[in-house]
């Protein structure tokens, strides 16, 4: 069993910057890429960043500059770091992560429950 738990969400003003933490636990055999996503009321969920085992990055253009994600390997852990935040960055926000469980099984996909962020102008 695997399990992504989401902390750091919370309300902000505008202009202010929180940080996500997500923490893998569970049969966890090696975690390839980790990556955070959100949904906003009333829209699709979509990504805002992700981040290779190696550290690669990729950033939605709607926070590039503003948004930095990285991870500790040794603690199985991915985090967001929120500046600058803006009213239109409100959402529940997702943190993903494929994870294989055992030497001989595949790579899955797992979720977290979500984290809501509200950014009051």
């Known amino acids: 069993q695997v399990q992504l738990v989401e902390s750091g969400g919370g309300l902000v003003q505008a202009g202010g910057s929180l940080r996500l933490s997500c923490a893998v636990s569970?049969?966890?055999?090696?975690?390839?890429?980790m990556g955070w996503y959100r949904q906003a009321p009333g829209k699709q969920r979509e990504l805002v960043a992700t981040?290779?085992?190696?550290?690669?990055?990729n950033y939605a253009d709607s926070v590039k500059g503003r948004f930095t994600i990285s991870r500790d390997n040794a603690k199985n852990t991915v985090y967001l770091q929120m500046n600058s935040l803006k009213p239109e960055d409100t959402a529940v926000y997702y943190c993903?992560?494929?994870?294989?469980?055992?030497?001989?099984?595949?790579?899955?996909?797992?979720w977290g429950p979500g984290t809501q962020v509200t950014v009051s102008s």
């Open positions: 993903n992560a494929d994870i294989k469980s055992w030497a001989l099984t595949p790579f899955k996909e797992y």
């Open positions: 569970g049969s966890i055999f090696s975690i390839n890429g």
């Open positions: 981040i290779t085992r190696g550290g690669g990055t």
